[in-house]
């Protein structure tokens, strides 16, 4: 439904209030420490989180936040859940803010009753839960996160590395048949699914906070 169309539009939009436009999730390490320099390695590393790292974590969290939605005591063992699964501080403040940020903006949109959700609320639990409660399709909402979230990996490196507008695209479109896959293997994942091997990533996001010289928040 276009009305559906709208709000993932919206809600998963650079403009919209949750300051994702802050954070890198260790990207930015990768790049000060040179395991990411180009068009390549960076391809590379932003399919790695998302194909086999915290990116596909989340979207299986999302799935079941977004069945969930009506849920309070289910969102908020889903919510330890997504926390407990955070390898390190910076992503645990990431995903905290960017979850109680989109929480609060949402609110815009109101639905009745009104979602409970816990609080802190961890980004995809919100994002999830919200969907679920507007009756949006879960494989679209999997999908927008998940295309989301590349673009806003690909915009760090762009800015960072930098590969520029053509590379930053190019990576984006290599990415979508990739990320429609993961968005239906997603939809259907139990929690037992959940694992990540992507240690690079973790490391990294760890290795942010003793940066000298910071960018980003994470």
């Not at 990320?179 to 939809?187: D, N, S, T, V, Y």
Request: net charge negative; hydrophobic share 50%; proline share 6%.
């Amino acid at each position: 439904m276009s009305a559906d169309l709208q709000k993932l539009l919206t809600w998963l939009s650079p403009a919209f209030p949750v300051g994702a436009f802050a954070w890198s999730a260790g990207l930015e390490t990768a790049i000060v420490s040179r395991l990411v320099h180009d068009r390549k390695t960076a391809e590379d590393w932003i399919s790695g989180a998302l194909l086999h790292g915290s990116v596909r974590t989340d979207a299986i969290l999302l799935a079941h936040a977004h069945g969930s939605s009506r849920a309070p005591e289910k969102l908020l063992e889903l919510a330890d859940l997504c926390l407990a699964l955070t390898p390190a501080r910076e992503r645990h403040a990431e995903t905290t803010m960017t979850g109680n940020a989109f929480a609060t903006a949402s609110a815009a949109w109101p639905v009745d009753p009104p979602l409970d959700l816990p609080r802190p609320c961890p980004y995809p639990i919100a994002v999830g839960a919200m969907a679920g409660a507007h009756s949006i399709g879960l494989l679209d909402t999997l999908v927008a996160f998940l295309t989301a979230t590349v673009h806003s990996q690909v915009s760090v490196a762009v800015r960072l590395v930098p590969i520029g507008q053509t590379d930053g695209l190019a990576i984006m479109a290599a990415l979508e048949p990739e990320i429609g896959k993961l968005a239906a293997l997603c939809q259907h994942a139990t929690l037992d699914e959940i694992g990540s091997v992507a240690y690079g990533a973790d490391i990294a996001q760890m290795q942010h906070e003793t940066l000298p010289t910071r960018i980003f928040r994470s």
